[in-house]
């Protein structure tokens, strides 16, 4: 199949965003670059495993995790990853309205959990919990704040391609970039389960 | 659309070089930046080796040799070797495996554009304050007390290279799953794309812990955090993990590749096929495999305990059998075979024995136990210099003569290119071979200088006479290289007359479609098995038809050229008020560009079926 082909709901393939020679590449290419991340992110786990423990005199993870806001901030992020699984769901239905719509509340669940964070972060500076207090508090800023990028990141990412393709609806062109930011949504979503696995459940806990 | 033998001026074919997305010019954009790059850490060795030619020498202070020793390896692995690596891939590997071009174009581009602006990033330390001074490895406890901005520049611009690294493995991952011809089955790939591919995986999982590591000695340096600082918790065990779990799969992902090149021009000369070819694929990829399993090997003596050591020693052992299922299958190949000795079997030959050396120096360096007599001692030095200059260098000077012709459409001259390989050859070996025994009798590695008295003295003198000859050789190379500019003239499709795979049924240089139609690859050495028919060219497998091509494009140039301001401003960022801010700006550009990039469709353009006729005509008469 061809890129700029006009389609219908008819004529769309089961698998649009593989149609295309170009999509493949995409595809394939996106699942590798994930894998590189994941790489980085374990790398970021087993340091702050390494140096969660040193706090220097500066507030522990026990003194510091409060489940509520986190709690709030996971269920927000999970419920983000199935909104968009919806709007994939949509994309290969043709169904461009509906696919935005999820999409859309994707991205305020996204930027709700973002806000928490911001906010989260913010708490933990006035408690004199900074980035340079300790190694422990450096490992920490740096995987959440990485993972916290990428939210942002893929907020806007997500953003983009809605506006861009606002008035023309789906085609063989778009549909693989509609797919792999909500592959690397799901990514997000994965870590973050071990973030409040490893930093927050553990740190309140172990 | 198509610009098909226009004939040009200067200022279009430098925006044409800037905004391409060809892998054959980013190939030459490759070779060009790394063999600047391999000049200049040679230059670097060359003061190293004056400097050691005698005891108590003033050549250089302490200070700058630190800086020189530092930069040297710095350059050479991540400034010279790794993108000459990715010429040779971008060269060959599209049109080896029947493609019309690799998977993302653009990344490609991309991909280079990060390394050259990474690589002149730490270059300018050299200019601004002072370059790093803690070693290629700038373990965490020498480099957070270095006074200078040297290390900032190192990790900021490994930063910016290691990610342009990173691209252009997934590109050529994806390249070689989905852009093989028809026919083209994993089990026919050439063993120089397997070797990529394998190569690729390793890029792929080895660059993140790298970056991580820069991302947290950036933190310490620049932004206040306390990886490393123990006097606040931090432990600089941290970074040489973090460095060698990169570093060691670094080494492979030099090495692989070079056995991919050798096992092309052991084939070809030997006029035979590849001997053990599918026993050559599993070494290749168990290589790849273990070589993730060994990264401790660099830190025996940092108090990890027995067990550990125990555990890579063995490890690192065993890498030694599937090498040595490659080595005897190289000998196997030119057994019987009908050898001729041109200039990059010359340097193929050379390696077997070159190569073994540093194996079994490396098999001694894995005894733990006896490593901790030769640790930080010439004698690793020595070691490594053997696997990279008798493996990875080799590999890459007889790779530029064996696919020069097809780059550039002149064969290099056969008797320079010999007059250079024995230089070269003679040179490394008397630089490097004595330089064991210096190492086995007590000298260290990295001092600026040795006393006299201590017996170092003619040992020192043999190395730095032979440097003299490598560089010598380089010199010889070099001219080798104008005079075939200049003189050289043009070629066929097989100007080696003994060509076994697809690069060599193409023109040289390629057409920018490589493939007027897409070959149908029949076996093994596809294009040997049509010459053995008696067939001049490929079996086509489609009519001749519209090519589509990729548009070139500014932008990765742009998206490169802000993440350089970027990290200028956040290095100066503590000294002057305006880094911030520079930082930032750079960002915006970076960002912006990936953003233009995001909303402009780009469907590329069509070459049409009667111009790519009419180039097939002219072209070479392919």
Request: hydrophobic share 55%; net charge neutral; no cysteine.
């Amino acid at each position: 199949m061809h890129v700029e082909e006009k389609l219908t709901a008819e004529t769309f393939p089961a698998e649009p965003e593989k149609a295309t020679l170009e999509g493949k590449n995409k595809f394939l290419g996106f699942w590798f670059f994930l894998g590189g991340e994941t790489v980085l992110f374990a790398s970021l786990f087993a340091t702050f495993l390494a140096l969660r423990d040193s706090v220097a005199g500066g507030p522990s993870s026990k003194e510091l995790f409060q489940m509520p806001i986190v709690f709030l901030a996971t269920m927000l992020l999970l419920t983000s990853s199935l909104t968009s699984v919806y709007a994939m769901h949509h994309m290969r239905n043709f169904d461009f309205k509906k696919m935005q719509l999820w999409l859309g509340i994707t991205v305020l669940l996204g930027a709700g959990f973002l806000a928490l964070e911001i906010y989260e972060f913010t708490e933990y500076v006035h408690e004199g919990f900074k980035f340079s207090t300790s190694a422990f508090s450096s490992a920490f800023y740096t995987l959440v704040g990485t993972h916290g990028g990428h939210v942002a990141f893929g907020l806007l990412w997500i953003l983009t391609l809605m506006i861009r393709n606002a008035k023309r609806g789906l085609n063989l062109y778009n549909a693989p970039k509609f797919y792999v930011a909500s592959l690397y949504w799901h990514f997000i979503d994965v870590v973050w389960v071990f973030i409040f696995t490893v930093v927050y459940l553990m740190g309140m806990v172990g | 659309m198509s610009t098909l033998a226009r004939k040009k001026g200067v200022g279009a074919v430098i925006w044409d070089y800037l905004t391409t997305v060809d892998h054959k010019k980013i190939a030459i954009l490759y070779l060009i930046a790394g063999g600047v790059f391999f000049l200049l850490g040679g230059l670097e060795a060359m003061i190293i080796r004056i400097q050691l030619a005698v005891p108590n020498n003033d050549f250089i202070s302490a200070g700058f040799y630190n800086e020189v020793l530092t930069m040297h390896g710095t350059t050479m692995i991540f400034l010279a070797a790794m993108p000459l690596v990715f010429a040779m891939m971008n060269a060959v590997v599209p049109i080896q495996i029947g493609a019309r071009d690799v998977a993302f174009p653009f990344l490609n581009s991309l991909g280079f554009w990060l390394f050259f602006f990474g690589g002149v990033f730490l270059n300018l330390s050299w200019f601004l304050g002072g370059a790093p001074d803690a070693g290629w490895t700038s373990y965490a406890s020498l480099s957070l007390a270095s006074p200078t901005h040297g290390i900032d520049f190192y990790v900021l611009g490994l930063q910016i290279s290691g990610l342009g690294t990173l691209i252009g493995g997934i590109n050529f991952l994806v390249t070689i799953i989905n852009m093989r011809a028809p026919g083209m089955t994993y089990m026919r790939m050439p063993m120089f794309t397997w070797a990529t591919f394998v190569t690729s995986a390793l890029i792929l999982f080895a660059f993140p812990p790298l970056t991580v590591g820069l991302i947290f000695m950036m933190m310490d340096r620049l932004f206040g955090g306390n990886f490393f600082d123990p006097a606040l918790g931090g432990n600089t065990i941290i970074w040489e993990h973090l460095f060698w779990i990169f570093g060691h799969p670094e080494v492979y992902i030099l090495v692989l590749p070079a056995f991919g090149i050798f096992s092309e021009i052991f084939a070809t000369f030997s006029r035979k096929r590849l001997f053990g070819y599918s026993s050559m694929v599993f070494a290749t990829v168990l290589i790849g495999f273990l070589g993730f399993m060994v990264w401790a090997h660099h830190m025996f003596t940092v108090g990890m305990g027995p067990i550990a050591n125990a555990i890579f020693a063995v490890a690192t052992m065993a890498i030694a059998v599937p090498t040595g299922i490659k080595i005897f299958n190289w000998l196997f190949t030119m057994w019987g075979g009908s050898i001729r000795f041109t200039t990059p079997m010359m340097y193929a030959v050379a390696f077997i024995p070159s190569f073994v050396i540093g194996g079994v120096t490396g098999v001694m360096n894995a005894t733990a136990a006896a490593d901790y007599q030769y640790h930080d001692s010439y004698f690793v030095v020595a070691h490594f210099h053997y696997v990279i200059v008798g493996g990875v260098v080799f590999a890459l000077l007889a790779g530029a003569h064996y696919w020069w012709p097809k780059m550039f459409g002149k064969m290099l001259d056969e008797k320079l290119g010999k007059v250079t390989f024995w230089l070269f050859f003679i040179g490394f070996h008397l630089t490097f071979f004595i330089q064991h025994f210096l190492g086995l009798m007590g000298m260290p590695r990295r001092v600026f200088t040795f006393l006299p008295g201590q017996g170092f003295e003619t040992g020192n003198m043999i190395s730095t006479v032979g440097a003299f000859f490598m560089a010598a050789g380089t010199v010889v190379l070099l001219a080798n290289v104008v005079i075939t500019t200049v003189k050289g003239k043009r070629v066929g499709n097989d100007p080696w007359e003994d060509g076994r795979t697809l690069e060599w049924a193409v023109s040289s240089p390629a057409p920018e479609y490589n493939f007027a139609q897409t070959p149908l690859v029949r076996g093994l050495d596809a294009y040997w098995i049509e010459k053995m028919e008696g067939k001049k060219g490929l079996t086509p497998a489609e009519p001749l038809g519209d090519i589509h091509m990729p548009n070139p494009s500014i932008l990765p140039f742009v998206i490169s050229l802000g993440l350089f301001v970027s990290a200028f401003g956040f290095l100066f960022h503590q000294d002057h008020a305006w880094g911030t801010p520079v930082g930032v700006f750079g960002l915006i550009i970076t960002l912006g560009a990936m953003f233009f990039r995001s909303i402009i469709d780009d469907h590329g353009f069509h070459i049409h079926k009667e111009e790519v006729m009419e180039a097939e005509k002219k072209g070479a008469g392919a």
